[in-house]
């Protein structure tokens, strides 16, 4: 990293995407997580995605470069600032993003081996999109399959199926995200080609796949009967579905867009209230679906 680098950019162009298929490119290591799928997991979360989710609570997960931001609240504002993170006194300017060799990243995993396997948990790949470092979580999951570790990812469904199949047959679960069910307004708002998430959730059902379907919950986008409906109806007739979460919206999420120079674009809209969220439970349970509330 070049200490010269201007640390009130949102991201370092000389820091290129990742592209060898024994390193990845994440942002963090998240330990005794209990909402990324069955039991204590440890989520890794990879750094890229190519969607525009107007209420992600990740926004510094969307870049592939590696980014260096200052947080204000730490800076004792220096008389000289070596513009260096590693030397920041404070611990003001920190770096969003690394790249982590495979064997490494299976190390750091395995540090947590006595909570998930105790809880009936395991490795819960998310991001960003992880579908963009496919070839990497591939074998990062067959390697952690061979160590008999529970595992599973977190994907929006838009990518390449091959790649795709790859990734989900080292999977013990796959948490398939459903947003906005109307094709143009998914690729107008979300860049989501809702086609191609339709068919791969298909095709991955055909091949015995265990998804688990999501839905975020989120006013003005997906929070709305007709919304669920569509979820519901393109559903009927997955028989081995049983058990469908979903996912209201929170700002947890909203300092970070302050903290990458990025305006937060949901600022007024407020949290669904709990007679919302109990209406659409009700509705999904209607259907004949366990569900399951996470966040």
Not at 65 to 74: E, M
Not at 81 to 92: F, K, T, V
Not at 133 to 152: H, I
Request: net charge positive; hydrophobic share 35%.
């Amino acid at each position: 990293m070049n200490s010269n680098s201007h640390v009130q950019l949102n991201c370092s162009p000389e820091i290129t995407q990742v592209s060898h298929n024994n390193i990845a490119r994440i942002f963090n290591i998240q330990r005794y997580s209990l909402n990324d799928g069955s039991g204590i997991r440890t989520v890794v979360f990879f750094k890229g995605c190519p969607h525009r989710c107007p209420w992600c609570a990740n926004p510094e997960s969307i870049s592939r470069k590696i980014q260096i931001v200052r947080r204000k609240s730490k800076c004792i504002k220096c008389h000289v600032c070596a513009n260096d993170y590693d030397e920041c006194p404070s611990g003001a300017l920190e770096k969003i993003g690394y790249d982590i060799h495979l064997d490494e990243l299976i190390k750091q995993i395995l540090k947590d081996e006595i909570f998930f396997r105790s809880s009936g948990g395991g490795v819960t790949l998310s991001g960003g999109e992880v579908l963009l470092q496919a070839k990497f979580a591939t074998q990062l999951l067959r390697k952690l399959k061979q160590l008999d570790v529970n595992t599973a990812i977190e994907t929006a469904g838009d990518g390449r199926f091959a790649d795709f199949l790859a990734l989900a047959s080292q999977c013990d679960e796959v948490l398939f995200d459903f947003k906005i069910m109307e094709p143009l307004k998914a690729q107008q708002i979300l860049n989501i080609h809702l086609t191609r998430v339709l068919d791969n959730f298909r095709q991955l059902y055909f091949h015995n796949i265990n998804l688990i379907p999501r839905l975020p919950l989120i006013p003005g986008y997906t929070l709305s009967e007709e919304n669920v409906l569509k979820v519901l109806s393109f559903l009927t007739g997955f028989e081995r579905i049983k058990e469908v979460h979903i996912l209201p919206f929170h700002k947890f999420g909203e300092p970070k867009y302050e903290l990458i120079h990025q305006p937060y674009q949901l600022k007024e809209i407020k949290v669904p209230t709990a007679e919302q969220i109990n209406n659409i439970k009700q509705l999904i349970e209607s259907y004949g679906y366990q569900v399951v509330k996470g966040g």
